[in-house]
């Protein structure tokens, strides 16, 4: 399967956030997806896990309304 990566600054202009937002999700929201270490100081998010992410809060959102 082929998927997009994202760059920390591509998921932190998604989202309206700055990068080291990212990575403070990343380390304590346990939801929120695995970065992926392509190679040593290369790090990623898969696009699809990010969009299931969304998806996932938009669904609890809805819940609590």
Not at 15 to 29: A, D, L, M, S
Not at 30 to 51: H, M
């Amino acid at each position: 399967m082929n998927d997009t990566f994202l760059k920390d600054i591509d998921v932190a202009v998604r989202f309206g956030i700055q990068r080291p937002t990212v990575w403070r999700w990343h380390r304590e929201r346990p939801d929120f997806p695995r970065v992926i270490k392509l190679t040593p100081g290369c790090s990623r998010w898969k696009l699809s896990e990010i969009e299931a992410w969304e998806k996932s809060r938009e669904a609890i959102r809805e819940a609590a309304e």
